[in-house]
């Protein structure tokens, strides 16, 4: 089983970047899927990006050209790197992992794909 810590939320200026990181333990993150989440109060959580076990990445319409996915094997720590911050982007960020291989962007972008969360970590954009 996998445990996952995000960091890196914060308040930033409309047009601004942030980077989130998401910290695994417990087991390395190329046995997982990893995505990206992200949730409104009120709102059902919505998956923007996310990477499968054999590197292929994804990105919801909303973010793609602004977000990117990447990740760090030995730190076993996976990011999202936010670009041209928009305010709509805030919301509370969740790291998410699934343990094995599903089939094109729809299964990797819902957020029932995912077995393991983090706490989140909060993203506001501000005017």
């Known amino acids: 089983q996998v445990q996952l810590v995000e960091s890196g939320g914060g308040l930033v200026q409309a047009g601004g970047s942030l980077r989130l990181s998401c910290v695994a333990s417990?087991?390395?993150?190329?046995?997982?899927?990893m995505g990206w989440c992200r949730q409104v109060s009120g709102k059902e959580r919505e998956c923007v990006v996310a990477r499968d076990r054999l590197n292929n990445t994804y990105y919801a319409d909303s973010v793609k050209g602004r977000f990117f996915i990447s990740r760090d094997v030995p730190k076993n720590t996976v990011y999202l790197q936010m670009n041209s911050l928009k305010l709509e982007d805030t919301a509370v960020y969740y790291c998410g992992a699934f343990p094995g291989q599903l089939y094109g962007l729809n299964s990797y972008l819902a957020a029932e794909t995912y077995d393991y969360w983090g706490q989140g970590t909060q993203v506001t954009v501000s005017s």
């Open positions: 417990g087991r390395t993150i190329t046995k997982y899927a």
